[in-house]
């Protein structure tokens, strides 16, 4: 079955796989610095015990919030504060926990990658199809138009000039916020049951259907989920208490994680790629291409860079994804003089105000007339 892009045309098997030129010398000074930074520091690129404290913080922030909201909450005002307060803990173990997890950068053992993955399923979501579609479809092929699903929001949005332009799009640098608000409820309420029942491709990627143990592993997460997003809380509170609540923390956590991915591949510093059947060769190499498709921003804020798991740090992020983030901000000074050295273009916004209106002018100038945009 094809894959379909964005104007609903169907892809050739040739263009399921984009491929990129050989590795040079920029990828093997890359590595070979980086490992030098290891040596000297003599620190672990995983099992990492700030990491370990990490966790703790962010899950023991997430179970306070919940316990608050369920059992102790008594106004209005607190709900809200809580609800809050659980939207941004979702997010801050979403970032860090099980970001890492999936990336099996975590930890060097696979099933303590694999228990931290799957606090996806515990924020509504699924490790086993956020593999396809994040580690695979938009880590392998990053800003290139039909393979890479976190730049296709279809009719609703154009963020690449490869895509189709509608009129409406001329306001998505405004309405664009609201999408981006919805994106946990859908993934939440409706997105994975989607890709259980009937979509067996994301963007370019495959995805197989889970079987056995993941079967098994995806009705027990949902059924977790359910049970803690309404099935608890309704034992002490009405239908419409908890349904407000659920609304507030879900957009909590949609608009910050859309947000924060979005700023570091969707700007005017970002390339966009695109690959045909006669042409399914990027020009340049995978390394030089993740740095030309990828943004840092506000790397100078430590309790921001603490907060989003290091994603602001995202060209080390897709260079070395199976690295621990808690390095991400000593390695940044190593990539960049690299880069320096080889005519790398690199791109760092110094703070989240100057991304947030990289991607704000962006978005507008998507959402002219292609002939203008262009």
Partial sequence: MPAIDATNGPYSLAMRTATYAPKTEFSTELHQRVDAYFESSRQSRRDVPRMYVKTVIMLGWLFTSYVFLVFFVRTSPGAVL??????LAMAGVGFNVQHDGGHGAYSKHGWINKMMALSLDLLGGTAYFWHFKHNIAHHTHTNIEGHDNDIDLGPLGRVSPHQAWHSPHRFQFVYLWGIYALLALEW????????????RWVASTHVPVPRGREMLIFWV?????????????LCFHSFRHVAAV????????????????QLAHCSGAAAFRRVTAEHPSIDSAWAEHQVATTVDFARGNRLFSWYVGGLNFQIEHHLFPKICHVHYAALAPIVEAVCRAHGVPYYAHPTVRHAVLSHIRWLRLMGQRPAVAV
Avoid at 188 to 199: A, N, V, Y
Avoid at 221 to 233: W, Y
């Fill in 188 to 199: 939440q309420l409706t997105g994975e049951f989607r890709h259980l029942i009937s979509k």
């Fill in 246 to 261: 659920y609304l507030l923390a879900a957009v909590t956590l949609g608009i910050l994680v859309a947000t924060v991915f």
């Fill in 82 to 87: 809580g609800a809050l307060s659980l939207g």
């Fill in 221 to 233: 997460g949902k059924l977790t989920f359910f049970s803690l997003a309404f099935g608890l809380p």
